[in-house]
């Protein structure tokens, strides 16, 4: 279902737009879109969730910075807002930039300001098609580190709920669970990603495959030690 911060934030949306009926309203359904199924989960704050949702209904440019994942990089862009969408505890901006649709997670977003220009906004464009589509297209192409560990039996339960129920902030999926070994697959978006997760798990859980992340774990582990028997 929809987390109570997300529903908070909608209500506040609503009122910010003067919405009469947000459940039947056609603009609304083409400019909001609540997707509930599993996903990438960090329940970043959004404080310019407000000025861009008033943006998009003016249809008005907004000029941003946007941060790229990964990289110490910042880019200025000039974008125009056709949709917000929810998913997953976040929000993301459907918008227009340099000819083509594009989605920026507002998490991303480090300074949003609205410009005094407006655009005419595509007259056949779908939110939730276009998101749908989006969507599809974005998890094909999703980037795949495969991670099997051991999991002691005591939280064998609380690990397996912990991957199991979503997408988490650290990009990792549960994929296969062998409870009779204490064994799960998890997909990770790279090499780093699994290990920064699986180190906070402490001793819960053992790598047991790929040998190199194994490796990088257990040297992990002998220079904590050494740090603290010194």
Not at 196 to 212: I, K, N, R, W
Request: charged share 20%; proline share 5%; net charge negative.
């Amino acid at each position: 279902g929809i987390a109570d911060d997300l529903r908070s934030a909608l209500r506040k949306l609503a009122a910010a737009s003067q919405w009469v009926d947000a459940s039947v309203s056609r603009d609304t359904q083409q400019r909001i879109h609540i997707d509930s199924s599993p996903w990438l989960q960090t329940g970043e704050p959004v404080p310019h969730l407000q000025i861009i949702n008033s943006a998009l209904w003016e249809n008005r440019l907004l000029q941003v910075t946007y941060s790229v994942p990964y990289a110490p990089v910042t880019v200025a862009l000039t974008l125009a807002p056709y949709g917000l969408v929810a998913k997953g505890g976040d929000w993301y901006l459907v918008c227009h930039h340099d000819e083509r649709m594009r989605v920026y997670s507002l998490s991303d977003l480090v300074s949003v300001e609205p410009r005094n220009e407006h655009f005419d906004p595509h007259e056949d464009f779908d939110l939730i098609s276009f998101w749908q589509l989006w969507l599809r297209t974005y998890e094909q192409s999703y980037p795949v580190f495969e991670v099997i560990i051991r999991v002691l039996p005591q939280h064998h339960e609380a690990v397996v709920k912990r991957f199991a129920t979503r997408i988490t902030s650290e990009d990792a999926v549960l994929v296969g669970s062998d409870s009779a070994n204490g064994r799960l697959t998890l997909h990770f978006r790279s090499f780093d990603a699994a290990r920064s997760t699986l180190l906070g798990l402490g001793g819960t859980v053992e790598v047991l495959s790929p040998a190199p992340l194994r490796a990088a774990m257990a040297d992990y582990a002998q220079q904590i030690l050494l740090c603290y028997q010194t």
